[in-house]
């Protein structure tokens, strides 16, 4: 598939971000790999997926286009969502049909520049999402050439806004000035909030926890059970 038609399949569509981190119940490439059949089943148009070993898994499981993203933490950087040349060779191999990398102007590790991340990505001819946490990345990220940007850091840099929900203010503007698409991502736990962020002009919507974390969707429902035993057992208190 070429850039332009892997952004084209993503076009007003559900993209499901496939990952567990080696914490969590689910980790492994396998069962990400039955993870992201399902959600093709569920009426996906692309997956997310975290790692080479998850990618290539996905990569023979589904026919969707894969979102390749390495998660590395460094000691000398706060940015961790493919954060170096060494990440993107990774996916390369692994076969992602489009690399996500953090895009906010945060010092990446080693001395790794974002002009150089971009410059890579253009040369290999393969289709980039720019994760973006404000505005002025996203501009910038633009100016560099990626294929399309996402919200998904929006809340998640110490300079960005901090909120619950999803940066649907982030979303409309970046919509309103950028020519190419942007994918909203980042908090989004509704179907409600996957169709304002479509109302607003996302070319289409990332969803991950919401879905694909099962231990943090246990965590919302049994917030609730705990909120109601808790009242009961107030109210059965003598006055």
Known sequence: MTTSSIVEKLHLGLIVSCQALADEPLHGADIMARMARAAEEGGAVGIRANGAADVRAIKQTVSLPVIGIVKRDYSDSAVYITPTLREIDELL????????????????????????????????????MADISILEEAVYAESLG????????????????????????????????????????????????????????????????????????????????RKVRMSSNGNDRPN
């Open 93 to 128: 191999e692994a076969g992602a049909d489009m690399i996500a990398f953090d895009a906010t102007r945060q010092t990446r590790p080693g001395g790794c520049t974002l002009e150089q991340i971009t410059t890579y990505l253009n040369r290999s001819v393969r289709a980039s």
């Open 146 to 225: 990626v294929s399309c940007v996402s919200t998904t850091l929006a809340g998640y840099t110490p300079y960005s806004l901090q909120q619950e929900g999803p940066n649907l203010e982030l979303l409309r503007m970046a919509t309103e000035r950028l020519s190419i698409p942007v994918i909203a991502e980042g908090r989004i736990h509704e179907p409600s909030q996957v169709e304002a962020a479509l109302g607003l002009g996302a070319y289409a919507v990332v969803v991950g926890s919401a879905i694909t974390r099962p231990q943090l969707i246990t965590q919302r429902f049994a917030a609730v059970t």
